[in-house]
């Protein structure tokens, strides 16, 4: 449902910010399982256990040694050493000894794999976040993973990432993600924080300009997500993929949603830094979360957010993810608080009670992963609960200003009341 008439909003009121703050140690608690003997983390099963045939994977280990790395500046036990777990494994085992960077698991056993620049902005997120609370090697892993991703995925040419290349970085892959070039936007503006360098901002804002800005907007806020290495939408990509986990065909309204708050995140930054600040983040904004929405929310006589939907603005996969509708849950919030505006007050109610009735497991733990389109439990993109980071993190982004950027927010207390 939608509210009307609202007096107060939830942001404002001490019962919502401690009912976030149990969620937010209710999910905590339930990753900490995820741990894996040989280095790292492995993705748990729907009762919160490592299966038997669990292995370490890159990108859970880096999500989770963010997440444990914020917690460890929030003064929750025993999570440094678990960001200490994560940080030794990005720096032994899972590290590609050979030739550098990382590879989706132990080297080794995927001898064979490429070097994705989604992975390698979430390690660098990780080392970021590890820096700021004081884990040991997080500077080492901080510097090679920064190296990389300026000398390897960044292209200043074309103002945004290069997507893969083979494990011996030959072989650049003929294919443009917005996925990954989003996740990058979300991490610069943090690594500039970090480390007052303020180039990471302007990649940020050129990241930002092309996608958005030049391409969405174009398409009234119809978000493209892949390109060809000419940056040319690729609108039949992966036509017969349409339930891929990371670059399914069509339209994803999650990210659209996903993208306006990051819009807002780089817009206070470079606020607060005294930059040049386009006016056009605000309104672009408001744009990506309204077409999101329009076309994904409840569009199936269900409530919920479909998957994707096709450039005609139809269904492709019905199932709910529950990453997409924590991201529109967190971007409300961020517009709420950016304009004041009691629409947004009204979604980030409605997207909370979709979360706490549909998705929010009572009885295993952390939330479902995903549901179909009657919201039932599924595994049809996803399988498990595999992952903390989106879910955990609208806990605290609710609670916190745009700027400065998570962990530095964090690490100055801004996440209390």
């Not at 370490?56 to 050493?81: K, N, V, W, Y």
């Not at 989706?104 to 994705?116: H, L, M, S, V």
């Not at 989003?182 to 480390?195: G, I, R, Y």
């Not at 030049?214 to 060809?228: G, S, T, V």
Request: glycine share 8%.
């Amino acid at each position: 449902m939608l509210f009307k008439h609202l007096t107060k909003s939830w942001l404002s009121m001490p019962y919502h910010h401690d009912w976030l703050e149990k969620e937010s140690r209710r999910l905590m608690a339930f990753y900490r399982n995820s741990k894996h003997p040989k280095g790292g983390f492995a993705a748990l099963d729907i009762h919160g256990e490592l299966p038997e045939d669990a292995e370490p994977e890159s990108m859970l280990t880096a999500r989770m040694t963010h997440c444990f790395s914020i917690a460890t500046l929030q003064g929750e036990p025993g999570s440094g050493d678990l960001a200490q777990w994560g940080i030794d494994a990005l720096l032994g085992v899972l590290r590609d000894k050979e030739y550098g960077g990382w590879l989706d698991g132990i080297p080794e056993q995927t001898p064979d794999g490429r070097k994705q620049a989604y992975l390698h902005v979430f390690v660098t997120l990780a080392a970021l976040s590890a820096s700021l609370a004081g884990i040991d090697g997080s500077e080492e892993l901080l510097a090679e993973a920064t190296e990389i991703m300026e000398n390897r995925f960044w292209s200043d040419e074309e103002g945004r990432l290069k997507e893969s290349f083979s494990r011996q970085w030959e072989d650049c892959e003929a294919y443009r993600g917005g996925n990954s070039n989003m996740h990058a936007t979300e991490m610069f503006v943090q690594l500039a924080d970090v480390t007052g360098e303020k180039k990471w901002r302007d990649r940020a804002l050129s990241i930002v300009t092309h996608i958005i800005h030049k391409h969405a907007r174009a398409n009234d806020y119809l978000l493209a997500e892949h390109f060809d290495e000419n940056w040319q939408e690729w609108h039949d990509y992966n036509k017969d993929k349409p339930t891929d986990d990371f670059r399914p065909y069509g339209v994803t309204p999650g990210h659209a949603c996903e993208w306006a708050r990051l819009l807002l995140h780089l817009e206070a930054a470079l606020l607060r830094n005294g930059e040049q600040t386009p006016d056009w983040l605000l309104t672009d904004s408001e744009g990506l979360f309204k077409t999101g929405l329009k076309y994904g929310w409840y569009v199936d006589g269900e409530p919920g957010l479909v998957y994707t939907h096709d450039w005609d603005k139809k269904p492709v996969t019905n199932n709910r993810l529950h990453w997409t509708v924590a991201e529109s849950c967190s971007t409300a919030a961020s517009l709420l608080k950016r304009t004041g505006n009691p629409l947004y007050e009204s979604w980030y109610r409605t997207l909370w009670d979709y979360i706490a009735n549909s998705l929010i497991d009572t009885k295993n733990g952390s939330w479902w992963h995903e549901l179909d389109e009657h919201n039932n439990p599924s595994s049809v993109v996803w399988s498990g609960k595999p992952d903390i980071y989106h879910a955990w993190q609208l806990t605290l982004n609710a609670r916190l200003p745009l700027a400065p950027t998570l962990g530095t927010a964090v690490k100055q207390g801004l996440d209390r009341m």
